[in-house]
């Protein structure tokens, strides 16, 4: 056994900011800053933060908005995808069945249909053959999710788009800082192989703010410059060229996010180590698969999928009794929520219905320390035991 150095309980996230005190401290400085500066929103700090993600993605141009879900919305709605953006209102958007709910009110405020996807057989994202088998007549534009961290589904959805005339709009909520490549081409980032790229900085992504925030990436100008119309009520030169919404962010946040990216590399590495950690200590743990493990994977979150015997609940229970905080990334499948079922019909999406009975967030952030990453890795594997007993039991008890 390892020696433990942890606090008494590891939560599921912890913020950097609470971690580091140094950290802390810059960032209450640059708050202090703002707060003296008397402008608050869409100013400098917003400005100069647009060009640092700039530089990180590809030179593409940046518009910083308020949130992620905003900026999925304002990326169809950019790009003349749904009525929001003067498209029509039967235009179609594919999206994975198995993600954030988000990604459908996004398709659904932006005034276009979605059309839930599948997930393959062997993983979180959907396949091509999935995206196939979903597009009609109607289809406009293909959002691909690059769940948990995964931005590995990019470059053939970025092909398929290319060959069928459709718009590739990113969520790169989980997934900043990822890489992938298509066989036989250099690497490339998240959020540089579509025609927009939506980002989201609430604290628990891997760029993470003190509050709401999001960005888009465009590559083209045109698209960039409608989605700057959008966040602002359509407003240019004391004009409303269009109506749009308020969709802005605000100076603290964007002060906090610069500060953030100067670490940003560093986090992420810390992210891939504790993953590879995870990934090489349970590698022969029975009753449960780990995530793929693809190149330039971002790991935002460190998702595993149980086996039939394996109890989620009895196993989210014995790592709770040591201390050890989990999540459920979706407990239920977006074609599966009331909100949405009207939206979807009846129709079954097995592959997202099993992922949601069956997969189990473990935590995997930067300020977890050593002596936490021990403690995680050394106890899994107990409480599966324990989980995988409890699930006997409650078997031969049902029947
Ligand atoms: C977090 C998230 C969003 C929404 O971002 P917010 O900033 O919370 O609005 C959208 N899509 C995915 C996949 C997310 O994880």
Known sequence: MTPYTARAAIPFFLSPLC???????????????????????????????????????????????????DALCLALAALGVGTLGGGRADDEVMLPAYTFVACAEAVLAAGAQPVFVDCGAGGFLPSLEAHRAAHGGRTRAVLAVGLFGDASGLPALAAYCRMHRLWLVEDIAQCLGASCAAPGEPARMAGTWGDAAAMSFYPTKTLGAAGDAGALAFADARHARQARLLRNHGHEANEHLCLGRNSRMDELQAALLQIALETFPEALARRRRIASRYLAAWAAVPGLTLPPDHVGHAWNYFVVTLDSGVHRDALADALAQEGIATRVYYSIPLHRHRALAAVHGGASLPHSERLAQCSLALPLYPALNEGEINRIVDILPMALRHATVAAAMTARSES
């Open 19 to 69: 971690d580091d005190p140094d950290l802390a401290a810059r960032m209450t400085r640059a708050c202090a800053d703002v707060l003296r500066s008397g402008v608050y929103v869409l100013g400098p700090q917003v400005r100069a933060f647009e060009a640092s993600l700039s530089a990180m993605l590809d030179a593409r141009e940046v518009v910083a908005v308020s949130s992620g879900s």
